[in-house]
């Protein structure tokens, strides 16, 4: 069984569409996550819930849209799609609190706008 | 802001070398954690190091934690192609957030 699985692992799609990404996780975590690791590999974070509740939005384009419908599912709206959206994005899990919040990561998405 | 520096950001050396990676910071993290992450995966968890001054092994790996809690090294004996991927530092701040490192490219020729 995958812990998080986020799909689809490829997107390609032209400037200007919408589009989203899906996330759900078995771990029985109460906070998700958003990253976005582009060309260079730094990995950014975007997003985090904890328990449906937003709790961090770092400084992203208000065409990102997260919606998390319960705690096991995190999804990724993007409206009006951009060449410098082109990045791999990973959605990620944990219990929150403590010293041991360990990540837990999906295989990733790998967007390609052109 | 706080910042997680990896160095280096990338190392490419013959199997069977010694390598250390650093991770540093000037903010004190409640524990560190490194992660592997290969091509096409999501990064996984390696260890985490809680306690300043800390020595963890985990075969050929060692990673230790500053006396400070503000940086930490990795270091690896005997390269195999198989540590191939890229090493991911994190820090556990004061709100329980990751703040995470570049990353450091490693490839091990063989």
């Known amino acids: 069984d995958t812990a998080v699985s986020q799909t689809p692992k490829y997107l390609v799609t032209q400037m200007g569409n919408d589009k989203s990404i899906k996330c759900e996780q078995n771990?029985?975590?109460?906070?998700m996550y958003w990253y976005k690791q582009d060309s260079k590999k730094f990995l950014k974070i975007m997003f985090s819930?904890?328990?449906?509740?937003?709790?961090i939005n770092e400084t992203v384009p208000n065409r990102f849209s997260p919606k998390s419908p319960d705690k096991a599912h995190l999804n990724l709206h993007i409206n009006s799609l951009e060449l410098g959206d082109s990045a791999v994005y990973f959605c990620a899990s944990s219990h929150r609190g403590g010293w041991n919040t360990e990540a837990f990561f999906g295989q990733g998405t790998r967007l390609t706008v052109v | 802001t706080q910042l997680l520096e990896q160095s280096p950001q990338f190392l490419s050396i013959q199997e069977g070398e010694n390598l250390t990676v650093y991770c540093n910071s000037s903010?004190?993290?409640?524990?560190l954690q490194w992660y592997r992450q290969e091509p096409g995966e999501g990064p996984v968890l390696l260890v985490t190091?809680?306690?300043g001054g800390e020595v963890k092994k985990l075969k050929r790996l060692t990673f230790q934690f500053g006396d400070a809690r503000k940086d930490s090294s990795l270091h690896i004996t005997a390269a195999q192609t198989g540590d191939t991927g890229l090493y991911l530092c994190?820090?556990?701040?004061?709100?329980?957030?990751?703040?995470w490192g570049a990353g450091t490219k490693l490839i091990i020729k063989p």
């Open positions: 771990l029985g975590h109460d906070t």
């Open positions: 190091v809680v306690t």
């Open positions: 819930y904890n328990n449906k509740e937003l709790i």
């Open positions: 903010s004190v993290f409640s524990s």
């Open positions: 994190a820090g556990v701040d004061s709100n329980y957030q990751l703040i």
